[in-house]
């Protein structure tokens, strides 16, 4: 039997306002990378990416 791991991610950004957000929402590595490039076309800036522990908010 073969297990599969699901690793979460969240996003890290500041607004074109200054002001600085975290994802409430987590994503996979490649929703994760959509939604990054989403917010950079919106202008948002330090948009990072990081990885989660299960469970963490």
């Not at 599969?4 to 996003?11: A, D, E």
């Not at 607004?15 to 994503?27: E, L």
């Amino acid at each position: 039997m073969t297990t599969t791991t699901m690793i979460s991610y969240k996003l890290d950004w500041t607004d074109p306002d200054g002001t600085t957000h975290t994802a409430v929402a987590s994503y996979d590595k490649p929703s994760a990378k959509h939604r990054q490039k989403e917010l950079e076309a919106d202008g948002c800036t330090a948009v990072t990416i990081r990885q989660v522990k299960p469970g963490e908010l």
